[in-house]
Each structure stands twice: as C-alpha cells, then as structure tokens.
C-alpha cells in the first residue's frame, strides 16, 4: 500500500495572491490539509458550519428537507483553469416522532440523534479526492475553490450537479466540461447565487515537493 504524503503548504505571504479580486471580502481563506493517496490528491477541510446561520440551524429539526451543494475545483495560481474537482450533493431531513435525523451523504445514508452531530456530518469534508496527482507538476503552487450553498433554487444548478453525479466515482477527475467550465462564472465573477445561503471557500497555497 503506498503511504499517504502530505502535501507542503506555499508561504503564509502567498496566502492572499489567488484568484480574489474584487470579491476577497466574499471569499474566506481556510487552512486545509492536502495528502496524496495512490495516485490521486485528497483534502480534508474544517466542517463548513458557517453556512449555517441561527435560523438556518434551527431549522434543521423545524421545517422542510435541507439541500447542501458543495463545488470544488482545483488550480493553478494565477490560473482560472482548472484540473481537478468534485461535485458533493447532501441532504437532511428530521423524524420528530423518531426524534431522529436522516442523513443522505453523497448517496450513502446516514442517521443522528443530536442536531449538532447531524450538522457536523453534513458539512464535513473529510479526505476526499479532488485531483489526479498526475494534473499537479512538483514544486507548481496550487488553490482550492469551494462554493456551498444552502437550498439552491436554481433548477439549472441542481440538474447540473446532478449530471455530474451521475457520471460515477472519481469525483469527475476525468470530466471537464461544463461543471469546470464554470469555475470562472460562479467563482471567479459570482453572480448572485440563489440559495438561501451560500458560503464561499478558498484554500492556503500548497504545492508537491519533490521526493
């Protein structure tokens, strides 16, 4: 079995020199730990709570099912390219006579008791694969770029994530198209996204050091 490697983190300095530019104050930078697997690149980020608000929380065991999009993209620093990614689709639901929530994670099912573990499990971004290690040269500096929405309404962004899932595993390291394509509108030049509450995400720098 080939040993996980961290991926090395850019200077703190580069922090700020990715693609944000009249956004930044839209844009939250997290630190995220990047390790290759095989021959793929995984991230592990902090749970994505903030996108919920108090109301929004509330409602989690208080009102209709809630829908959480997750986009991700991978790229070059200074580039709006992107060579790798993925498409996560959630979904919560609560049982007030089970007294239980129903989680469906990415396609797989899931239950909690407590509303703060259901939250939890919804935001997470453990260990997920979001590039081939065979798109990301050593020693080249690259972001991550993570847009979650909070029931979208847009029927056009729901079918094409869906389209997405569709496609299989793999996180759509193999796909391009029109999902990669829209780094550029949703990302880098947002319109004004309709969902009830939308988070936007950007990872440190990091890079593959040579072996």
């Known amino acids: 079995m080939t040993k996980p490697v961290v991926v090395a ?14 956004d930044d104050d839209k844009i939250e930078i997290q630190k995220m730990r990047f390790v290759e697997r ?18 929004a929380y509330d409602a989690l065991d208080d009102g209709p099912v809630s829908t959480v999009i997750i986009r991700i993209w991978v790229y070059a620093q200074g580039s709006t390219q992107p060579v790798g990614g993925a498409a996560l689709q959630r979904q919560v639901s609560y049982e007030p006579w089970d007294e239980i929530f129903y989680l469906n994670i990415d396609g797989k099912k899931f239950k909690e008791k407590r509303k703060a573990d259901a939250l939890k499990r919804l935001t997470a971004v453990d260990d997920l694969v979001v590039a081939r290690l065979s798109q990301l040269p050593f020693d080249q500096i690259f972001l991550l770029a993570m847009q979650v929405e909070l029931n979208p309404v847009s029927k056009e962004t729901l079918a094409e994530v869906r389209r997405w899932l569709s ?28 969902a009830d509450r939308v988070l936007r995400v950007q990872s440190q720098p990091f890079f593959r050091p040579r072996p």
Do not use: C, H
């Open 9 to 22: 983190l850019a200077l703190a300095v580069m922090v700020t020199a990715g693609i944000a530019r009249a």
């Open 38 to 55: 095989g021959d793929v690149l995984t991230v592990t980020a902090p749970p994505l709570t903030k996108l919920f608000d108090n109301a």
């Open 167 to 194: 496609q299989g595993n793999g996180g759509g390291l193999d796909r391009g198209g029109a999902f990669f394509g829209s780094f550029v509108s949703v990302f880098v030049n947002p319109k004004i996204p309709e």
